[in-house]
């Protein structure tokens, strides 16, 4: 017999000699692997969502039910997709109309160029309070044939796609071509790519490229640099329609996107050219940041996209997208925490499909639309004539869109393309730090006013309010929160739990404890670790309260049970040997390179990293539930850092933890997350993946421990914890004690300060956990 031909046999003698030495908990199977168990944790944790994102593309099909009987049945059967992809983009508030504003002085003039032709103007307009659009109006001497807003790619400025700035080819300059043939052009400037520190001295420090120093505040608090874009265009778009003239909208690259997405949200919007962009989205987790959608493939695609423009006209352009390779290095002393990804040029086969599959959704009767690219599949230049000739007869305006060789000249003497690139940063960022400072109130609306509304009224009134009112009433409304914060933010996995089949192995024998190695099942490739540690006087048919021991990030569950690492201090061990039952789960958070790349690619689908946690969760409880030791009514958690953010997302939804303890992390989370005026902000570090969308006006850590009420919360803080200053942590606490206050239930939450760091301190909460989890000290 050949040797291959024994090597099956003997594996598996040799699995099943190894099996027969572990020692494992009773009702369990032996734990037989070996290797790094996180990193494999969270490799099937990626395999699993990248399962999703596949399955996507045939899923969404049941979120549309489109009517193609007449255009007006059409725009009708896909309004509630039009709504939910705006809502989105960020676009939460009415787009203002404002005038075309030309603007100069002296130095610079309005009037920045003329030809025979046209003239070129220096323009602005309000698109909302506080954020304008700025660039360029190409304004034919004769009456236009239409107008066209002509948006160029992040990189390019508005002067280049004119002609007025060296940087882009005669054929790509697409706002003279259209000029040229008599059409009136807004051209807007984009945030483009480059630092935040690029032109005036920037307080970030970072290498964050503009658009995800927008995309990162903005995200968090429910807008978007993509939806913020896009109202400028809406808002030149509006005026412009008032002209009695067609309206068209013109992009390329990062233009080529918003001008897209602004084809959709505007109805007056006539036709649209999308080019160096349209293709299958499905790795749209590589591209940069600020092009992350929360949920864009559970219902769109580019095709999906096309089909809301229907039954306006829609021109593809095959052309080179912008190379991108990630964020600008990092300078000299400043901070490299901007987010990786790329852009690349997709083969025509791709954006052919792609095309192809509008027809699914919007027959080609209802929709003039067009493929342009050279022969063969080859790529054009952006804006080229062949795209341009069709766009201008879908306006209902043909033109030949010859270009000629003759170039304006800029008379302005002193422009600053760097300095009308900062006035848009700022503006914006004024915008979003607006609502970051309002978003307490915003927050009270959401939650705190819709069940409670008697504390709208006037707060020197408050006096009259001091009876404790009966919880059961707001435990039922705050189901509803519950699951909103649970689907809506966090992002919820539906898919039913698989039998937790745990395999165990025994690796601590201490005098007081024994510790057993656990993984069980959650379905997919993807499985749940952990180690429980059960106290050796257990005694026939009792049963123990448990305390779940959530490590921090970067961290391991056996860093909380040995090792005297000075965060933990061996906070589960410790616990055990008090007679708890301590059970230390891994959570996704380990390894930076797959828990960013988790929540990257969990955004596209609807999801968060949080995600597949929160189902280990629900996976662990039903297991420990079910062991004969364990009392499932008694199941705390207790977290630090990371594990303390964990503290106030899994026990808020799940409702089989009857208390939790936040260690090292409590904090105004908005304000943590989106606010750029402090340096405890995430805006100045590398966490991008902290940011998720519209949580800064929904729920806060106070209000997350309104989901946890009426069981007992507590915070654990040490004085000189960087995470955040003492006063972010105590008023955001205090909406939480004063919320327990309203109910007579004040003595069921605690916070308590020491002298210490980022560190778990195992004093208070200790005696929190022996009070309420009903396992008297000295037991």
Known sequence: MKLTALLPALLALTTSVIAAEVVTLPGTQPLTWTGDLSAKMHEAALHDMDQRIADSLTGRAKRWHPDTSSPEAYAQSVASNRGRFLY?????????????????????????AETPRYRVWQVRWRALEGVHGEGLMLEPRDKPRAYVIAIPDADQTPEQITGLAPGVPAESQFARRLAENGFAVIVPVLLDRSDAGSGNASITMTNQPHREWIYRQAYMMGRHVIGYEVQKVLAASDWASSKGVPVGVVGYGEGGLIAFYAAVAGQEIKAAVVSGYFKSRQQTWEEPLYRNVKGLLREFGDAEIASLIAPRGLVVEYSAEP???GPPAARDGWKNCAAPGKLTTPPFAEVD??????DGLAPASLQARKLI????????????????VEFAKMLGTPASMELSAELPKDQRHAFDPLARQWRQVKELEAHVQELVRISNHTRDDFFLYKVLPQYRADPWTYEKR???RAPEPFIEVAKQYRKAFWEEIIGRIEDPLPPANPRTRKIYDEPKWTGYEVVVDVGGEGFAWGILCVPKDLKPGEQRPVVVCQHGRHGLPQETITGDKPSYRNFAARLAEQGFITFAPHNLYQKEAYYRTLSRKGNTVGLSMFSPIIRHHEQWLKWLGSLPFVDAKRIGFYGLSYGGESAVRIPPVLEGYCLSICSGDFNDWGRKVASTDDRH?????DEWEMPYFNMGSTFSYAELTYLMFPRPFMVERGHHDGVAPDDWVASEYAKTRWFYDQFGLGDRTAIEFFNGGHTINGQGTFEFLHKHLNWPEGK
């Open 323 to 325: 190379a991108i390779d």
């Open 681 to 685: 902000s995430f805006m100045f570090t």
């Open 353 to 358: 499909a792609e095309f192809k599959r509008i």
């Open 88 to 112: 989105a983009i960020g676009m939460a508030e009415p787009t203002g109309r404002g005038e075309m504003e030309r603007f100069g002085d002296e130095e610079n003039p309005a009037l920045v």
């Open 373 to 388: 690219a050279g022969k063969d599949g080859k790529l054009v230049s952006a804006g080229s004539q062949a795209a341009l």
């Open 466 to 468: 001091f009876e404790p």
